[in-house]
């Protein structure tokens, strides 16, 4: 039964993951972190929502974790190396390419991406579940925790952070 779910959900939870990450192999180990979270928790899952939206709801949990980890250890670096301490070489991250972009337009996601990780982490999370999973707004708001109304007000606000962004790099 497990592996079932698994099967029928791994895509769906990895590119949610990898939307947020942006990093392979992080959205693979967290992908099954996810599943690992699932198995543990799944008598907690009521029926009142439906199972893709805890699932969601996990997934987007774990990745920002994640991410608020790596903030703090760049964070502890840079103190580091403020006061002189030795710390081991940061690995920069390469230029992302989501795997389902079109080759023609790699270089505009790659530009749309760098963008994204511009917005503030709610306005991102909601703008990656509406336009990439294409989820509904009454689905993201069950995820977020927020109103209908909240995630209109978060995607308005992604989108026009996002023209500006964009706008000022096509300009230059």
């Not at 939870?13 to 947020?20: C, I, K, M, S």
């Not at 992908?31 to 008598?43: A, G, K, N, Y």
């Amino acid at each position: 039964m497990f592996s079932l779910m698994v099967e029928t959900y791994k895509h769906m939870v990895f590119n949610t993951v990898l939307g947020l990450v942006m990093n392979f192999e992080e959205a693979e180990d967290l992908s099954q972190d996810v599943f690992v979270l699932v198995f543990q928790q799944i008598q907690s899952f009521r029926s009142a929502s439906k199972f893709s939206t805890w699932l969601y709801t996990i997934a987007v949990r774990t990745a920002l974790n994640h991410l608020r980890k790596q903030k703090a250890k760049k964070r502890a670096v840079y103190i580091k190396r403020f006061f002189g301490m030795e710390v081991e070489q940061e690995i920069s991250q390469t230029d992302f390419h989501h795997p389902g972009v079109i080759l023609d337009n790699k270089e505009y996601a790659a530009v749309l991406f760098k963008a994204l990780q511009q917005l503030p982490e709610n306005q991102r999370v909601a703008f990656l579940l509406v336009k990439t999973e294409d989820l509904r707004y009454d689905e993201v708001a069950e995820i977020l925790g927020v109103s209908i109304k909240g995630v209109e007000g978060l995607m308005h606000r992604a989108k026009e952070k996002l023209r500006n962004v964009l706008n000022d790099y096509y300009k230059s």
